[in-house]
């Protein structure tokens, strides 16, 4: 005698909505929070915007013109937590007499000039080997 009920599945909607509006507010916020991590210089401008952390240089190469200042954003992900050198890092060219200091989760904008065409060696030397360490040295290309 029992009736044949109809399947609940009206039910369910409203959860899945639900689930899908809180997958796309997740998908925006991650968006927006993750979006300075990738944000990187176009190889073309005079200056570039520079990512540090342990695990290097970001984009690792930087151009320039001789006799025209250059300029360069450091962006330094890394923590004061780092045992290595408490998440400092610094941007090192002995050629043009450069050092300029970033500390842990700041940003620090600086100018030089360089004054000859050349390829020249860029590096930190506070954390991880410094200069002896790959990951720490980048290019700086001056034309
Ligand atoms: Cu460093």
Redesign the pocket.
Known sequence: MAKNQAPKAASKKPALLLGLAGLVVLGLAATLFLAPYFRTAKADQPGAILQ?N?SGWKPALVRAKAGKPVTITMINLDNQFHTD?GG???FVVPAFDVEEKVGPKLTRTFSFTPTEPGEYLFY?????G?KENPF?RGKLIVS
């Open positions: 540090i342990m050198g400092w890092h610094n930190c030397d506070i954390c991880c410094g720490m």
